[in-house]
């Protein structure tokens, strides 16, 4: 009996000391001053990089991490016009960095959730062959 009762108060006492260290799990957020910020940091527009394709009179922007439908607009068929050299087909993605406002209003056109107006063009080129999965039905 007195060997259970100390081996309880072991477990007991190893459990109490036991130590929640959450220390190293906090991430730490860096602010700048607005004075520290450049001009293009302060114009509210986000970077995006991914691939575009517009396609059937709807324009999608897919980054690593969110889909964007993007809104037609006269800089929309400017990055359509300079992508359309970068493509062997219609469908093919063209890897894109723009610059523009992102919004989540409804739009009776666009379903998806984040809406992207570009803004300014940054750099267009192809995807690579290899990433470029479009099936192709017919001949």
Request: glycine share 6%; with cysteine; proline share 1%.
């Amino acid at each position: 009996m007195k060997k259970s009762t100390f081996f309880i108060a072991l477990m007991f006492t190893v459990f109490l000391s036991c130590k929640d260290n959450t220390k190293g799990d906090q991430k730490e957020t860096i602010t700048a001053d607005d004075s520290e910020l450049t001009e293009k940091q302060r114009d509210g527009l986000t970077l995006l990089k991914g691939e575009f394709v517009y396609h059937g009179g709807a324009a999608v922007l897919q980054t690593h991490a969110e889909i964007y439908g993007v809104l037609i607009t006269d800089k929309m068929h400017e990055l359509n016009k300079l992508a359309e050299q970068y493509k062997k087909a219609p469908t093919d993605m063209v890897n894109v960095e723009v610059r523009g406002k992102i919004s989540n209003q409804k739009d009776d056109k666009i379903l998806w959730e984040n809406k992207l107006e570009i803004v300014e063009i940054l750099n267009i080129k192809s995807a690579p062959q290899e990433d470029n999965n479009v099936v192709k039905l017919g001949s």
